[in-house]
């Protein structure tokens, strides 16, 4: 295990900053990685394992600004049952709830991380505060393949499944709050897009909208060219929400929608050279997104040309490579000049200057 920083041997401290890299290496292959919000925990990410059994395991790490080095805290590393497909830390910029990481595998867990300083044994811990199972008929339920916390209302967190289902959860009262049979076959992501508003992919190869004030409908808003081509990944675009971009398994491009006319893709990302595994949109500009893959590729792209046509197609404005396929991306929301990746069992974290 270590950390290092690859800074510009120009001297320059300007340049320095420019091209900050920090990289951390775990004891085991990274799968799922999530920036924290809160404004008090700057450089804080939480990463997971992909270990083929059912012991995993999840580090909250931190960059020490002073020596440039990401390390683990040995007080907040905790096993946890099966590799997570996904981590996001609570949406909490301003500190006003509990400090709280979700996690999504065989169920949704919730767990609450005490970290006030001092040892371990002054408290500092993680503890599981919730299990949300739905099938309380079945200890058994059809693993989720992703989730996402609802950013204008905390309280609701919404799941995708093998089931063909999304669950939209309240948290506080650890309840459902509405689950919906979303598409024909398993669902592999979900994003919010406002309060009640959330959108899924599913293996059916569809894009679909739904509002919770009309459960009963919902809206197809991109199905793929080629039937029984899953659709895999889904980001909405946070400051303009009239975008969201999707990902084809198997494929090297990255589709961006349109809500307001679907079925068409309004421009079509097609510079990786292989398999696509994560998009991010910028959490502070309408108009970038960053796209990452098995190329070792994370390429910036910026849109603002979108629905002109370009001769040749979009290029992006910043590469950067990395030492393996990129399986994992997060734009930090609260440092939106940092972006991280994970590669095997690496995390960097970069300065896109």
């Given at each position: 295990?270590?950390?290092?920083?690859?800074?510009?041997?120009?001297?320059?401290d300007?340049?320095?900053?420019?091209?900050?890299?920090?990289?951390?290496?775990?004891?085991?292959?990274?799968y799922?990685?999530?920036w924290s919000?809160?404004?008090?925990?700057?450089y804080?990410?939480a990463?997971?394992?992909?270990?083929?059994?059912?012991?995993?395991?999840?580090e909250?790490?931190q960059?020490?600004?002073s020596?440039?080095?990401?390390?683990?805290d040995?007080?907040?590393?905790?096993?946890?049952p099966?590799?997570?497909t996904?981590?996001?830390?609570?949406?909490?910029?301003e500190?006003?709830?509990?400090d709280?990481?979700?996690s999504?595998?065989d169920?949704?867990?919730?767990?609450?991380?005490?970290?006030?300083?001092?040892?371990?044994?002054?408290?500092r811990?993680?503890?599981?505060?919730?299990?949300?199972?739905n099938?309380?008929?079945?200890?058994?339920?059809?693993p989720?393949?992703?989730?996402?916390?609802?950013?204008?209302?905390?309280?609701?967190?919404?799941?995708?499944?093998?089931?063909t289902?999304?669950?939209?959860?309240?948290?506080?009262?650890?309840?459902?709050?509405?689950?919906?049979?979303?598409?024909?076959?398993?669902?592999?992501?979900?994003a919010?897009?406002?309060v009640?508003?959330?959108?899924s992919?599913?293996?059916?190869?569809?894009?679909?909208?739904?509002?919770?004030?009309?459960?009963e409908?919902s809206?197809?808003?991109?199905e793929s060219s080629?039937?029984?081509t899953?659709?895999?990944?889904?980001?909405?675009?946070?400051?303009?929400p009239?975008?969201?971009?999707?990902i084809?398994m198997?494929?090297?491009k990255v589709?961006?929608?349109?809500?307001?006319f679907?079925?068409?893709?309004?421009?079509e990302?097609?510079?990786h050279?292989a398999?696509?595994?994560a998009?991010?949109?910028a959490?502070?500009?309408?108009?970038?997104?960053?796209?990452?893959?098995?190329?070792?590729?994370?390429?910036?792209?910026?849109?603002?040309s979108?629905?002109?046509?370009?001769?040749?197609?979009?290029?992006?404005?910043?590469?950067?490579t990395?030492?393996?396929?990129?399986?994992?991306?997060?734009?930090?929301?609260?440092?939106?000049?940092?972006?991280?990746?994970?590669?095997?069992?690496?995390?960097?974290?970069?300065?896109?200057?």
């Amino acid at each position: 295990m270590g950390a290092s920083s690859d800074p510009n041997q120009d001297g320059s401290d300007e340049q320095q900053r420019r091209s900050e890299i920090y990289t951390y290496e775990a004891p085991w292959h990274i799968y799922a990685m999530n920036w924290s919000v809160r404004k008090d925990k700057n450089y804080r990410l939480a990463i997971s394992s992909l270990l083929e059994q059912y012991h995993n395991r999840v580090e909250i790490v931190q960059l020490d600004d002073s020596t440039g080095e990401i390390r683990p805290d040995p007080a907040l590393s905790f096993e946890h049952p099966y590799p997570p497909t996904k981590l996001i830390f609570i949406p909490d910029k301003e500190c006003q709830r509990p400090d709280l990481l979700a996690s999504a595998s065989d169920f949704l867990r919730l767990w609450h991380i005490s970290d006030s300083g001092g040892s371990a044994a002054d408290g500092r811990r993680v503890e599981m505060k919730s299990l949300l199972n739905n099938n309380r008929n079945n200890e058994f339920s059809g693993p989720l393949t992703s989730f996402d916390w609802n950013e204008a209302e905390p309280r609701r967190i919404g799941t995708s499944s093998i089931d063909t289902t999304c669950t939209i959860w309240d948290i506080e009262k650890e309840v459902v709050d509405t689950q919906l049979i979303a598409h024909d076959k398993e669902v592999y992501d979900i994003a919010w897009g406002g309060v009640g508003v959330f959108a899924s992919v599913s293996a059916d190869g569809s894009v679909r909208v739904f509002d919770l004030r009309d459960k009963e409908h919902s809206t197809i808003i991109y199905e793929s060219s080629e039937p029984d081509t899953p659709l895999v990944r889904l980001g909405w675009n946070k400051q303009d929400p009239r975008y969201m971009a999707t990902i084809i398994m198997d494929s090297s491009k990255v589709v961006v929608l349109d809500i307001r006319f679907p079925t068409l893709p309004v421009v079509e990302l097609q510079r990786h050279q292989a398999s696509v595994n994560a998009i991010a949109w910028a959490p502070h500009s309408s108009c970038h997104i960053c796209t990452a893959g098995d190329d070792s590729q994370a390429l910036i792209w910026d849109l603002s040309s979108m629905g002109q046509p370009v001769e040749g197609g979009l290029d992006p404005i910043l590469a950067y490579t990395a030492g393996a396929e990129i399986e994992q991306l997060q734009w930090s929301s609260s440092q939106p000049d940092w972006v991280a990746i994970a590669f095997s069992n690496k995390l960097q974290i970069l300065r896109d200057q």
